[in-house]
Antibody, heavy 113, light 112 residues
Framework: EVQLVESGGGLVQPGGSLRLSCSAS????????MHWVRQAPGKGLEYVSA????????YYADSVKGRFTISRDNSKNTLYLQMSSLRAEDTAVYYC??????WGQGTLVTVSS | DIVMTQTPLSSPVTLGQPASISCRSS???????????LSWLQQRPGQPPRLLIY???NRFSGVPDRFSGSGAGTDFTLKISRVEAEDVGVYYC?????????FGQGTKVEIK
């Protein structure tokens, strides 16, 4: 059974940093691209970032480009999202997604002073 | 980026009655491999999104057969044949034909 468990969310001040993790199991993690999608409170889904299976290729939405860094550790079956220069508009639940099929439970990031 | 437009944005439905949601894309979702990567997601209150339908009309594992998807090219539809109480939530169409994935605005299904 595929499982995706996000962690690392919390309250952070504007301009601060946070690193999200997604621990994956139930599939061959190193063989697949992985994705982050976020959802602001009461809003729809926004695609944030993606990384290829070997980490060699990455994608960022314009809204986070230059501030967020996606990475992965295939030896640990873990996906990361390093977020810096955080803004109030980054407040959202961040979901780790596999193939567009499997979604984690999400981790809430709140950017507020 | 491909823009996904859903209608209606809200759908009050009587229990046991059908519901239908439309999704239109700003360009064809037919991939060069011949597949159309249009999915439907359900998000119940307080829950993460859950895949219902993939590649237009294929029900994901465990999805009741009252859910069906149809369409082609740029126009797609999700139908619920008889709405049940557990179907309350927000439904999103999503395209994965072209990077980046994009989503419709969401349609809220609620019981009258």
């Amino acid at each position: 059974e595929v499982q995706l468990v996000e962690s690392g969310g919390g309250l952070v001040q504007p301009g601060g940093s946070l690193r999200l993790s997604c621990s994956a199991s139930g599939f061959t993690f190193s063989s697949y691209a992985m994705h982050w999608v976020r959802q602001a409170p009461g809003k729809g889904l926004e695609y944030v970032s993606a990384i290829s299976s070997n980490g060699g290729s990455t994608y960022y939405a314009d809204s986070v480009k230059g501030r967020f860094t996606i990475s992965r550790d295939n030896s640990k079956n873990t996906l990361y999202l390093q977020m810096s220069s955080l803004r109030a508009e980054d407040t959202a639940v961040y979901y780790c997604v596999f193939l567009g099929v499997h979604w984690g439970q999400g981790t809430l990031v709140t950017v507020s002073s | 980026d491909i823009v996904m437009t859903q209608t209606p944005l809200s759908s009050p439905v009587t229990l046991g009655q059908p519901a239908s949601i439309s999704c239109r894309s700003s360009q064809s979702l037919v991939h060069s491999d011949g597949n159309t990567y249009l999915s439907w997601l359900q998000q119940r209150p307080g829950q993460p999104p859950r895949l219902l339908i993939y590649k237009i009309s294929n029900r994901f594992s465990g999805v009741p057969d009252r859910f069906s998807g149809s369409g082609a090219g740029t126009d797609f539809t999700l139908k619920i044949s008889r709405v049940e109480a557990e179907d309350v939530g927000v439904y999103y169409c999503m395209q994965a034909t072209q990077f980046p994935w994009t989503f419709g605005q969401g349609t809220k299904v609620e019981i009258k």
